[in-house]
């Protein structure tokens, strides 16, 4: 079945350390997107890309980077310099034609700052 | 810009009673609509979509939702809850245009079912 596939579900980082974070479609989609999620704040976007090799900040990226070297993949890496990475990620794609408007999501993946 | 307000953070109702889980948007001009459901430690997924046309739109597993561009809402209803229904729900807003069209999403009200 297609989907979105995140890895890992759980990460833990010491204060200094850069993670990255994985995400893997399946759908063809042309669009993904990452979002942050904090208790009681909703999903914040931080980076989203429409197309291979082009990717845009979204409303929260600093401390953030991307890359969109493949079509399937749209890895994050949280920085150092993200002050609070503590919180759950969510990846999302948005395909076209009758599902344009609509993203789908994968599982999530955890971070904890030790 | 786009933004929603989901009013309640949390709602408790017992299994069987109905449901209404309350969203208003601001957005300059016709608004795709959406809910979305998340169970603890996973992912969102989608219940229902208002894009255009008939204003009550219908979902997965009972839900539906009713679009009243005169109240800017876009609430989601059950006549009859069930104890798996017990999560997080978000109701979320896009631009139609052209342009990022992420999704705007609201802080999400969590739906505890008592027995």
């Known amino acids: 079945d297609g989907g979105i596939t995140q890895s890992p579900k759980y990460l833990f980082r010491k204060e200094g350390q850069n993670v990255t974070l994985s995400c893997e479609q399946n759908l063809n989609h042309d669009a993904m997107y990452w979002y942050r999620q904090d208790p009681g704040q909703g999903l914040r976007l931080i980076y989203y890309?429409?197309?291979?090799?082009?990717?845009q900040k979204g409303d929260i990226a600093e401390g953030y980077s991307v890359s969109r070297e493949k079509k399937e993949s749209f890895p994050l890496t949280v920085t150092s310099a993200q002050k609070n990475p503590t919180a759950f990620y969510l990846c999302a794609s948005r395909g076209k034609g009758t599902g344009a408007n609509v993203l789908t999501f994968g599982a999530g993946s955890r971070l904890t700052v030790l | 810009a786009q933004s929603v307000t989901q009013p309640d953070i949390h709602i408790t109702v017992s299994e069987g009673a109905s449901l209404e889980l309350r969203c208003n948007y601001s957005y300059g001009a016709t608004p795709y609509l959406f809910w979305y459901v998340q169970s603890p430690g996973q992912g969102l997924q989608l219940l229902l979509k208002?894009?255009?046309?008939?204003?009550l739109v219908q979902g997965i597993k009972g839900f539906e939702a009713e679009f009243k561009r005169s109240q800017s809402s876009f609430n989601l209803r059950k006549p009859s809850v069930h104890w798996s229904d017990a999560a997080e729900y978000f109701c979320?807003?896009?631009?139609?245009?052209?342009?990022?069209?992420?999704?705007?999403f609201g802080s999400g009200t969590r739906l505890q079912v008592q027995p």
């Open positions: 208002y894009f255009s046309g008939d204003t």
């Open positions: 979320a807003v896009g631009a139609g245009d052209t342009g990022r069209r992420a999704l705007t």
């Open positions: 890309s429409q197309i291979v090799n082009d990717f």
